[in-house]
């Protein structure tokens, strides 16, 4: 069954918006844990506008499920996940300004500093995963590479499910099956919500793990959190 890790970047943004500690981003996670969540994940980015590379350290002392660092791999990345030995690294090839992660990586292109910050983060013991567009050629590039999983980017499935499901959800069944003969683990994330995930879990049973936080944190606002996170595990459940 696909497993959900939650996003907790938004709580981290309300936070930041009083400048206090309300909400209480350790105490939101430890209960997104406690409501079902099976994995907490957070990208902390370089100007630190949600969560900060300090949350980081702490949150990784009192999390018991996976625990999912995103991110763009420069020096303080990588810095920071060789401390905090996360289950998972998900790099991400986000520039430092980007409003939200945009693309995947070209695995291609970027061979060559893909494999040498895959082998560094496996010495460390950590899990990585390479954010692609759902591109047969990129995933399997991935695998070449050395990564144990790639998160498809869900954007665009996003979008066009709202007009046609079957045929936004045709490249990801052809990325998820690159991914399979390939021998890669299997996450997706961005934009996923309650009205388009039951189908993409459905449609890609291979699924290891989504990422939702955006939608997620947003819907909490209306239903509650602990209600929200049983409604979305409820969609994964095929
Ligand atoms: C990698 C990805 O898909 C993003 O959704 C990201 O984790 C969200 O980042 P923001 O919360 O900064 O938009
Ligand atoms: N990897 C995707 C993620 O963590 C959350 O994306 P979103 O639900 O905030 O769009």
């Not at 303080?76 to 520039?95: C, F, H, I, N, S």
């Amino acid at each position: 069954m696909t497993r959900l890790s939650v996003n907790i970047n938004k709580i981290a943004t309300l936070r930041n918006a009083r400048g206090g500690n309300n909400p209480d981003v350790i105490k939101s996670a430890l209960d997104c844990e406690r409501f079902g969540a099976q994995g907490i994940t957070v990208h902390p980015r370089p100007d630190e506008r949600h969560i900060r590379y300090d949350d980081v350290i702490e949150l990784k002392k009192v999390i018991t499920t996976e625990f999912n660092i995103e991110g763009y791999p420069d020096d303080r990345y990588m810095e920071l996940v060789k401390r905090v030995k996360p289950a998972q690294a998900t790099l991400v090839p986000d520039g430092p300004h980007v409003l939200t992660s945009n693309a995947g990586w070209d695995t291609l292109a970027h061979e060559a500093f893909l494999k040498e910050i895959t082998k560094e983060l496996h010495e460390a013991g950590v899990r990585v995963s390479i954010f692609v567009d759902p591109d047969s050629k990129m995933v399997e590039n991935a695998a070449k590479i050395g990564a144990d999983r790639v998160e498809l980017y869900t954007e665009s499935y996003a979008t066009k499910y709202v007009e046609n499901k079957e045929n936004a959800i045709l490249p990801f069944k052809k990325a998820a099956e690159a991914a399979s003969k390939s021998g890669l683990g299997l996450n997706a994330g961005h934009d996923l919500d309650l009205d388009n995930l039951a189908y993409l879990a459905k449609e890609i049973p291979e699924l290891d793990e989504v990422s939702i936080g955006h939608a997620l944190i947003c819907d909490a606002l209306y239903l509650g959190l602990e209600n929200t996170i049983q409604m979305y595990l409820k969609q994964l459940k095929i």
